[in-house]
C-alpha cells in the first residue's frame, strides 16, 4: 500500500486536487470555486484561520498538499453555514472543511494546536463507550486537555457553574462511575464496525487507484 | 398654396389652460402681435371637435400656417398632425401653467409668459413653409457588404432573406474571415458544456447558393461616392475595377490580430512555444482531432498556461488599453480542446478578472471548471525558456506566491485591433500606430473612411444608434465598432442590415432616416450670399456637405441627418431647412416685448436641444417643479444649430441673459448629432470678447450640458441663473 504523504504533487498539476476529489467528502466542489471572496467575508471566524476557505481552495488548486492538510483552518470551523447560505456557486462550504479535518487527521496531518482535533477525539472516545456522552467527563476531559495544572486552575474558575448545576439537576456527580447508555449497545458497536468497514474499504479502493 | 400666408391660431382651454391664463388676452396677442387671420379657442382642442375646426379652416378658410396654442409639442402629435400646412406649438401648458405655482402674485407673470410664446408660435409659423422630399432621392434596393467575415456573411445572408440584393467584397480569397480559421467556437447553445462547430462552412454553402448575392473575392472597395440610395462603388479586383451602386453600404471590415512581438517579456515573437490564441487554432485544426503539437519540436502537449489580457487593458506603451472581451471565454474553449482529449493534460488559465460574456458564459466557464481546467489569479512577469520548454513566471494574486512553472506551451490571450480603415480625424493613439489603409476609399470632402472615436473603433451612438457611423446609410458592424465575439458579431450584423435596409427605403422616399425618421427638410443655401468659408462642410459631423468645382458647397440631401449644425456654422447665414431656419428662430427671438429696467423683469432666453433639455424640461413640469416665468424657451433641434446671430439679436432686444443647453460633448458624448453640442460649445467659447466688446458680462450668454434625466436640476438650473442675472442687474442694452 502506497503511502500518500510521500508523493509530492507538481504546483498547479491539479494531483492534489485529485487527491481530494478521491478522498474528501464533497472534495469534487473544490474545482468549481470562482475565488470570489464571499466564504473569506462571510466566515465569524475568519481572522483566526489560516487561510480561509476561498484561498484553501485556491491552494489545493496550486497543489500545496502540506501547507493545506497541516493548516489549522478547517479546525476553526464552527459550522455556521454562514458561507454555505452565500456562496454564489453553491459549494457545501461548510462540509468540504469538515471532509479536509477528517482527511486530515486520517493520514496524520493534523496539527497539535488548536485542541479542537484533541477534543474532537475526546468527544469521539467518550460517546462510543456507552452511546450517549458523559458531558461530566467530556468536561472534565476538557479541562485538563492540556495537564494538570491547566486543568485545576480551570475547574476551580467553573466552580459556581459546575455547583450551580448539580444544584439543579443539570449535572451528576455519579456520572463519574460510568453514566447512562443506551439500551443496545451491542448493536450500536456493530453498527461503528460496520460503518468502519465501509470507510476503510473506500479507502483501500482509493489507494489500488493511486490517488 | 404655400405662398399664401394665413395664420391660424387655436387656443385650448383644456388642462386647466382655461382657468388658469386670460384666454381673451392670448387671442387678442394672436391676432394683434401675431396677426393671425384665424383666431379660435376651444374647451378641448385635441378632441376630434377642436381637430375638426382646425381642419375645416385649413379646408374653407384657407388657413396655411397653424399655430397650436396648447400643450408642448410632444404631446398629442398624433391630434396635432396637418401634412398639408405649416404647424408651430406655443407650449401653455408644460411651459406655463404646469410650472408656474396658482397663486395670485404669480398670475400676473403667468400671463405674461403664455402671451409671449402665442406671439412666438406666430412669429414662427409665419416663416416656416412646407417642406418637400428631396429632389434627388433614388431607391436602389442593392446592399455592399465590405468584408466576408462572420459579420459580413450574416448581414449578406440577412438582407437576402429580407429581399434584397447583396454585393461582398472580400480582400482574402475565401468567405469566413478569423471564424473560418477556427477549430470550433464557443458554446452558443445550452447547456454550454463543449466547443462547437463554427458554423461557417454551412454560411458559406448558403452564400454560394444565393442568386441574390454576389461575392468578389480577392477585391477591394477603391473608390465610394455619393449618398445613400444612390451610392457609386468602384470594386477592384486583380487590377480590374467594376462599378456598382447601391442603396446603402454594411462594413463589416472586422480586427487585425494584435503583434505578437510587442509582447517580447511574454516571449511573444522570441519563444517557439509561445503561441497567441489564433496560433492554438492553427495548431488545433493542424492536430484534426488528434494531440495538439507544440510547434518547436512537435511533442504532444501536456501542460499549457492561458496568459488572459496579454497586452490588454494595460497603458503600457504598445498594449490595448481595453478589454477585447471574448479571449477569456476563448481560453476556456482552447482549454477544453485538451481536456476533451486527454483529462489529464495540465490547463491553467491565468486571468486578472475571468469575464465571460453573453447568456452562457458562465455556465461555459463553469463547464470548463468541471472538465477539471485550473483557474488561478495571477499576473504574469515573464515568460523565459527553460531546459524542455517554455517556464512561465507568475504571480498567484490569491495566494500571494511567486510561481516559477515550466510547461509544454503558452498561449497569451491578445486582443482585437480594430481594422476601421484610416483615422480621418484624430491624431492615431499609440497602439495603433500601424500605417492603415482606407477601407471604403469614400471621395467625401471630410476623408476617405468613417471617423473614428478612441482606440482605432469606429464612431457610432453607444446608446441610441450603435450602428449608424458618422457617414449616414453606412454602418459598422462587427468587430470594427467595439471588441465582440461571433455571438455578437452576428447579432451586431443582423441589426446593421435592418438599419441599412431602413435607409435605403428612407432615402428612396426622399427623408431621413435617422434620428428625425421621415423628416422631409433637408438644408438649402443661398448660393449669391455664400463667401465660400467652408465652415459648413468642415463642421457638419455627417460630411453630408462636399465642394462643388466652383467650391460652393454642395449638400448631399441623403446623407444629411437634419441637425441643422450647418445652419449655426454659417457666418453669413445663408443655410436653411424649409421649417427651420435662422429666420424662423431669429423672429421668435425679437417678437417679445422686453419690460424695460425698471420693472424689475428680466429676460432670459432658453435655447434648449430638442433630444435632451426640452423632454428634461417637459418632465420637469409634469412633476410640476417651479421655474422662473422670466425665462422664454425656444427648442432647437440640435445645440449645434444655434447660430450666434440670435445671441446677437436676443442681446441687442434687450434680455438679460441667454442659456444654452445641450447634450453632454466628449468622449461620453450623448448628443444625438455627435458633434452638434461639441461645436456649440466651442462656438460659444470663442464669444467671450464680443461680449466683453459690448460691454456685457460673460455670464449672460452659458452653455450647460443637460441629460434627459436632468428633471430636478433643470429647474435649479433655471432659478440659479436668474438669481445671478438679478445680481449683476439689467442688460444695458434695454430701452433701445
Known sequence: MSNPNQTIPGQYRGNFLREVEANVEEGEWVKMCMQCGVCAGSCPLGPYWDYPPQQIFMMIRAGKREEVLSSTSMWMCTSCYNCMVRCPRELPITHIMHGL?????????????????RFAQKFWDNLTVTGRVNELKLGLAL??????????????????????MLKTKRMSPFEILGGHGIKDKAGFRAMLKKAEEIELAKIAKNQVAGV | MADIIKIGAYLCKGCGLGERLNIGALENAAKRAGKASVVRSHGFLCNQEGVELIKADIEKEGVTRVVIAACS??????????????????????????IRPDTKEAKETTQEMAEDYVRMACAEVRRMTLPTANPKAALNRRILVVGGGISGMTAALEASQAGYGVTIVEKTDRLGGWAGRLYKRVADRYPFADPADTGVADMVKAIQSDAKITVHLNALVSRTSGAPGRFEVEITSGGAATNETFGSIIQASGFTRYDLANLPEMGGGTLKDVVDQAGLEELALAAAGGPIKRPSDGREVRSVIFVQCAGQRSEKPGHLPYCSGFCCTTSIKQAMYFKDRNPEIDTVVLFSDLRTPGAGGEDFYRNGQRKGVTFAKGSVRAVVQGEAGPVVQFQDEILNDSVSMPVDLVVLATGQVANAGVNIENAPESAESVQKVSILNLTYRQGPDVPQLKHGFSDSHFICFPYETRR???????????????????????GATLKAIQTLENAGLGRAAHPRVGDL???????????????CTVECPFGAIDEDEQRYPQFNEARCRRCGTCMGACPVRVISFENYSVETVGQQVKSLEIPDEFSGKPRVLIFACENDAYPALDMAAQNRLEYSAYVRVIPVRCLGSVNTIWLNDALNNGYDGVMLMGCQKGENYQCHFVKGSEMAYYRMSK???????????????????????????????????????????PSPFKGF
Not at chain 2, 427638410?521 to 465652415?535: H, L, N, Y
Request: hydrophobic share 35%.
Open chain 2, 521 to 535: 427638410s433637408f438644408p438649402t443655401f443661398r448660393r449669391e450670399g455664400c463667401t465660400q468659408c467652408k465652415r
Open chain 1, 143 to 164: 479541562y485538563f486537555i492540556n495537564g494538570i495544572g491547566e486543568g485545576i486552575q480551570t475547574a476551580m474558575k467553573m466552580q459556581d457553574i459546575g455547583l450551580g
Open chain 2, 472 to 494: 449616414t446609410g453606412i454602418y459598422t458592424a462587427g468587430p470594427v465598432r467595439r471588441p465582440m465575439d461571433i455571438a455578437q458579431a452576428m447579432e451586431d450584423a443582423t
Open chain 1, 101 to 117: 479535518a477528517t482527511y486530515a487527521k486520517r493520514i496524520g496531518k493534523a496539527p497539535q494546536t488548536p485542541i479542537t482535533p
Open chain 2, 73 to 98: 409639442r410632444r404631446a398629442k402629435t398624433e391630434a396635432f398632425r396637418f401634412d398639408e400646412v405649416a404647424v408651430s406649438r406655443a407650449n401653455l401648458r408644460e411651459g406655463v401653467i404646469w
Open chain 2, 687 to 729: 464669444i467671450g470678447d464680443t461680449l466683453k466688446g459690448m460691454n456685457l458680462d460673460t455670464e449672460r450668454v452659458t452653455t450647460y450640458e443637460v441629460a434627459i434625466t436632468d428633471i430636478h436640476r433643470i429647474p435649479k438650473l433655471i432659478n440659479d441663473y436668474i438669481a445671478m442675472i438679478e445680481k449683476i442687474g
